[in-house]
Nanobody, 114 residues
Framework: QVQLVESGGGLVQPGGSLRLSCAGA????????TAWYRQAPGKQREFVAG???????NYADSVKGRFTISRDNTKTTVYLQMNSLKPEDTAVYYC????????WGQGTQVTVSS
């Protein structure tokens, strides 16, 4: 069983920044692709950003140029740096690993509001 723990969410004003973290054990991110998803109230969960085991990132068009996904050198934590936040970025953000099965974290709330 793979356990993923997200943190870093909170309330921020439009234009502000947050950095989300997804911690996993056993250097899991070294072997599998990892992605961030989000789900706003009343909407389907959507892809935000992903990073392959080799370190190649990709982004949803809605966040390109504002969000950056990265991984630490020990490969135990994946980050999502979110800049120039907008109210429409408000959602619960989830970390997912595509391993032998799909593994999801519990989510962290991000609220962008003045």
């Amino acid at each position: 069983q793979v356990q993923l723990v997200e943190s870093g969410g909170g309330l921020v004003q439009p234009g502000g920044s947050l950095r989300l973290s997804c911690a996993g054990a056993g250097s899991i991110f070294r072997f599998y692709s990892t992605a961030w998803y989000r789900q706003a109230p009343g909407k389907q969960r959507e892809f935000v950003a992903g990073i392959t085991s080799g370190g190649s990132p990709n982004y949803a068009d809605s966040v390109k140029g504002r969000f950056t996904i990265s991984r630490d050198n020990t490969k135990t934590t994946v980050y999502l740096q979110m800049n120039s936040l907008k109210p429409e970025d408000t959602a619960v953000y989830y970390c997912k690993v595509d391993g032998p099965a799909e593994y999801w974290g519990q989510g962290t709330q991000v609220t962008v509001s003045s």
